[in-house]
Every structure is written in structure tokens, then in C-alpha cells.
């Protein structure tokens, strides 16, 4: 979910100081102070004021003194400056050091390395930024556990005292006994709560610390010092927090007996109700593409976007810019599923065993580690953790989830249940929530029988959602995308009605969004942005013959 920019939005947008017409400012002249566009910054500044010192926009604020590459000295030889940066041995190396140890090494220029391990550190910074709200909607969660439990242990209290009058003195000592039972079961609970509160707020003051520590660092000045300690920050910001993990609760309900000895009443634990959740979604921007379908959508971390269209077998890089997408790349090829790595190299499933790596930096299409093979992989989906979740089948008729790590090897297979019956039909998108729970779309090509499984820990199905019957009285459920939010709610797609469907982590519907009240029609693939901002790409109208589907950018609240 996106947080509010109030100071941004109350802002009057500036346009470049040169052309006085473009509003995409870019960049800032340190020197004399000017705003400018990238056109302008090429063709005009740079030609008359070669000399002056300009930086991009989102750098403003940070340290713009001329950092000095040259005088670091060598920590082997003392008498000399230090000249290159050796990738292979991560350190900083002298003449002298490259010919005698580092000849055959790859080396960068010292500015080069700095660059990326800054990179690195910002990187490690928003994963940081991603932990610290999972971990404050988990303490979100819990205070609501509380306050039910709390409300609960409050009315099961006025219920035993009532029935207590009814029953007299001939079972004032049992209905003392039932009052014990609740204050320690009560007491026991609250217990467990305010220790996972206090563990969950342990967890956001290391996140804090730890973001803060990265942030002064990056901050510095001092290169010599910088890469005495840049190894150890950037271990700092890949070792995760512990998240305590929210398991289903119980409450306590007070079942009245009749007026004898044997069967005064007890006390019986019954699932607490999930809260209500009111969730709303806003448009922030839509955008028209040339694709038939938007089957996919993946982010990435500088803001530019993947699409993919299987019926028009079209994959696209691109850039949103205002309320037009500007195409970076363009590959002609079948598209199963995709999915952004940590590298920001994107997999992709062409309908083959084996999926394909398309690099960031050079766009080369290469063979990935990751193969299914006999199966043929459909969606794809990256975990926090980097293990990568792949849908399969086989012309023969299987179907199966499967969990690779980054090395490639198969973590686990889900095919079959404890039945040794076929868990499903056709998985073809999939998602994964901060308890394990592994959620899977699953379509039934010939019939109504569309599903969403949620696999646990153990890969037993822990729960299948088959829609609602008041969602879905007059079309049955019909799953496409499905995506995890900040909250570790899910939202899916159902694509015959326009509707999102959003379930807890355990797969049990909490509420449901009609996308048409936001004009938005026929959605079908979803993605959050960096920013908590969510995607919802869409198919063209129904009677449409023209490549139009849209792309929406929206802000969702409440989930």
C-alpha cells in the first residue's frame, strides 16, 4: 500500500529553467542553480558551460563535494596510493599489488566500484524499508488479535456471571471454576501477545538502527574509510530481521447447560473472527498499451515496467513517462510467465522445461539454471528468500508446483495430496505469503471448477477457495492474476466479473473490490510497484478489435 506524498502533491510543478516548456526536470546545475530537462541539459548547458558541476534531480541533498578517488592509500604497500578496484578479491589494490597478485584479475576504476557498492547499499536499503512494513503490519495484526480478545474476554465474562446468578449457590463452585479457567487462559494469551509485540518491536528498532547505520554510511566522504567498512554494512543489510510468525488464534465461548451438577457449562474454543477490513482502491494513472492482453506485469526497481501479451506473443520493457509508456526493448516470443530477480534480470517461461534469463545490463536472452523437465514451466514466482516457485504440466496431463533454489535444485515438488489425488488443474499464477503459505491460481480450462489452493509449510493443502457464493451467485469464480500486498493479505483476480478478490494469508476471503466503480474493466495481471503502488493490467474491451489494453496504476487501501 502507498504511503501519502501530501508535500509532493501540494507542490506546483516546475518546468525546465531553459525551454520553459518540458515538466520532466532531470537535472540541477550545481553551479548556477538551474533546473533543466535532459534535452536541454545535452544540447544547451553542456555546450556553454562545460565546466559547471550537474547532477541528476534525486541526487540533490546528498554530499556534492568531489569525492577523491587518488589519494587512497594501499593497505599492503603504505608508501603507495591505491589505483583500481579488484572485483574478484573485493578490495582495493596499488600498482604494486596488480603485479604481483592481481594481474589476471578483473579490475574496475575505484569510482566504478564506488558506485556499485553504493548501489548495493541502496538496494539493501529498500529491502530494509520492505522488511520494516511487513513488520509494522504484523504488529498491526497483533493489537487487532488483542483488542478481539480482549472485547471477547469481556462479554464471556458477563455470560458466566448471568448464567452464575441462574444457577444459585448449587453451582457457585463450578462456575467459580469456569471464571479461573478464562482468567488463566486469558492471562495466557495476553502473555503470548505482548511478548510477540514486544519481539515485533525489538525487530523494528534493529531495522531502524540498522537503516540508519546505512544511511550515515552512505552519506560519507571519506573514501579510505569507506572500503574499510563497506563489507561489513553490506552484511549488515543481507542478514534479515526475525519476523514472529502469527498463527490462528482461538477464543473461548461460554456454552450454557442445563441446571444440574454434571452440566453447568464449559468453556470452548472457537475460531476468532477475522477483523473487518474496508478496502478501497484510487486511480492514480492509466496507461494505453498496443498489446491485446496484459497476461503480465513485472516492476522494477528504477521504475520501468515489463509487459508480456500471450495471445499477441510480444514481451516489452518500458517506461512510464507522465500518461504515455515509453518502450525500452521489445522481444517477439511466447511468454508462460515472468518475474523480476534480485539482480533485476528477468526470468522468463517460454512455454519450454527451461527458463530464460533476459539480463538487465545487456538484454542478452540466455538458458537459466532453473529446468523442470519432464514438465513444462508456465508462471513463475520469486520468493523473499530467492527460491523461485514454477507452475508445470505435461502434454500427458500433469500438473505440479515446483521450488527451486538459486542454484537451480528442486527444493520440492507439489503434484499430488495426502490422497495421492492431483492437487490441480492448470497453476497458472502464483504468490507467497510471510508464513510460508505458498497461494496458487488454478484454472479449469473445461469447466467451473477454478480454484485458489494454498499449500503450507509442508506442502499439505491447507485451505481451497472456490469463490463466494454471494461474489460469485451468477458466474463462477474465475482466477487470473494473484499477488501478495504489504499486509500479506492476497488479492486475485476474477476475471469474468471484475473483481478482486482479497483473502488473508490462509486463503479465507476477508473482502472484495468491484474494479468497475474505478472504471476499470476486464483486469487481469497484477504487480506492486517499489513504491506500494499496485499494477492491474487489463484485457482489451470484449468488443474491441484494436490492440488496446490498458494498464491502470493504483493506490489500494485497507488490505
Not at 544547451?44 to 554530499?63: F, M, T
Not at 473461548?252 to 477490513?277: A, C, H, R, W, Y
Not at 463466494?468 to 499477488?483: L, M, Q
Request: glycine share 4%; net charge neutral.
Amino acid at each position: 500500500m502507498a504511503f501519502s506524498k501530501s508535500v509532493i502533491r501540494s507542490q506546483i510543478p516546475i518546468n525546465c529553467n531553459l525551454c520553459e516548456t518540458e515538466k520532466n526536470i532531470k537535472w540541477k546545475c550545481l553551479t548556477c542553480g538551474v533546473l533543466m530537462c535532459s534535452t536541454c541539459k545535452d544540447k544547451i548547458h553542456l555546450r556553454i558551460a562545460k565546466d559547471h558541476k550537474v547532477v541528476d534531480i534525486k541526487n540533490v541533498g546528498l554530499p556534492v563535494e568531489e569525492l577523491d578517488f587518488t589519494n587512497i592509500k594501499c593497505k599492503e604497500h603504505s608508501e603507495q596510493s591505491t589505483c583500481l578496484f579488484c572485483t574478484k578479491c573485493d578490495k582495493l589494490v596499488c600498482p604494486t599489488c596488480v603485479s604481483k597478485v592481481h594481474k589476471k584479475h578483473d579490475l574496475t576504476e575505484i569510482s566504478d566500484a564506488y558506485n556499485l557498492k553504493i548501489d548495493k547499499l541502496k538496494k539493501g536499503q529498500r529491502k530494509l524499508q520492505k522488511e520494516k512494513y511487513e513488520i509494522i503490519a504484523t504488529k498491526d495484526q497483533l493489537n487487532q488479535f488483542q483488542n478481539a480478545e480482549n472485547s471477547n474476554y469481556t462479554k464471556v465474562s458477563a455470560d458466566i456471571l448471568n448464567h452464575e446468578k441462574v444457577l444459585k449457590q448449587a453451582v457457585e463452585k463450578h462456575i467459580e471454576k469456569l471464571r479461573n479457567e478464562l482468567e488463566q487462559n486469558h492471562k495466557a494469551s495476553s502473555k503470548v501477545n505482548e511478548e510477540c509485540i514486544k519481539a515485533i518491536s525489538k525487530s523494528e528498532r534493529q531495522i531502524d538502527e540498522k537503516y540508519s547505520d546505512v544511511q550515515d554510511f552512505i552519506r560519507t566522504t571519506d573514501i579510505s574509510k569507506f572500503f574499510q567498512n563497506v563489507n561489513r554494512i553490506e552484511k549488515s543489510t543481507e542478514v534479515s530481521v526475525t519476523k514472529p510468525e502469527i498463527l490462528r488464534r482461538t477464543k473461548l465461548q461460554f456454552i450454557p447447560g442445563e441446571i444440574t451438577q454434571s452440566n453447568i457449562g464449559v468453556l470452548q474454543s472457537i475460531d476468532i473472527p477475522l477483523p473487518k477490513v474496508n478496502a478501497s482502491l484510487g486511480v492514480v494513472n492509466q496507461y494505453q498499451t498496443n498489446l491485446s492482453t496484459v497476461s503480465y506485469l513485472s516492476p522494477c526497481p528504477d521504475d520501468s515496467l515489463w509487459i508480456a501479451c500471450a495471445i499477441d506473443e510480444v514481451l516489452q520493457k518500458l517506461k512510464p513517462k507522465g500518461t504515455k509508456l515509453k518502450t525500452i526493448s521489445t522481444f517477439n516470443m511466447d511468454v508462460y510467465g515472468m518475474a523480476v530477480t534480485a539482480t533485476d534480470d528477468l526470468l522468463v517461461s517460454t512455454g519450454k522445461s527451461r527458463l530464460q534469463m533476459i539480463s538487465s545490463t545487456t538484454g542478452k536472452v540466455t538458458n537459466s539454471v532453473y529446468d523442470i523437465n519432464p514438465f513444462l514451466a508456465i508462471d513463475i514466482h520469486i520468493t523473499s528468500g530467492d527460491q523461485v516457485i514454477v507452475g508445470g504440466v505435461t502434454d500427458e496431463g500433469r500438473r505440479a508446483v515446483f521450488v527451486l533454489n538459486k542454484n537451480g535444485d528442486h527444493e520440492a515438488v507439489y503434484e499430488h495430496d495426502k490422497h495421492n489425488q492431483p492437487i490441480f488443474d492448470y497453476p497458472s499464477d502464483i504468490t507467497t505469503t510471510s508464513n510460508g503459505n505458498i497461494h496458487v491460481s488454478d484454472s479449469d480450462p473445461n469447466g467451473d471448477r477454478s480454484k485458489v489452493v494454498v499449500l503450507g509449510k509442508a506442502g499439505d493443502v491447507i485451505n481451497i477457495y472456490n469463490g463466494d457464493t454471494e461474489i460469485n451467485k451468477k458466474v463462477p469464480f474465475s482466477p487470473a492474476g494473484i499477488v501478495t500486498t504489504p499486509r500479506d493479505n492476497v488479492i486475485v483476480v476474477d476475471i469474468d466479473i471484475d473483481t478482486l478478490h482479497i483473502l488473508n494469508n490462509s486463503g479465507h476471503l476477508i473482502t472484495y473490490i468491484k474494479t468497475t466503480d474505478n472504471g476499470i474493466e476486464r483486469p487481469y495481471s497484477l504487480a506492486f510497484s517499489q513504491t506500494g503502488q499496485l499494477y492491474i493490467g487489463c484485457s482489451k474491451p470484449g468488443d474491441s478489435t484494436a490492440k488496446e489494453a490498458k494498464i491502470y496504476k493504483v493506490n489500494i487501501s485497507g488490505c
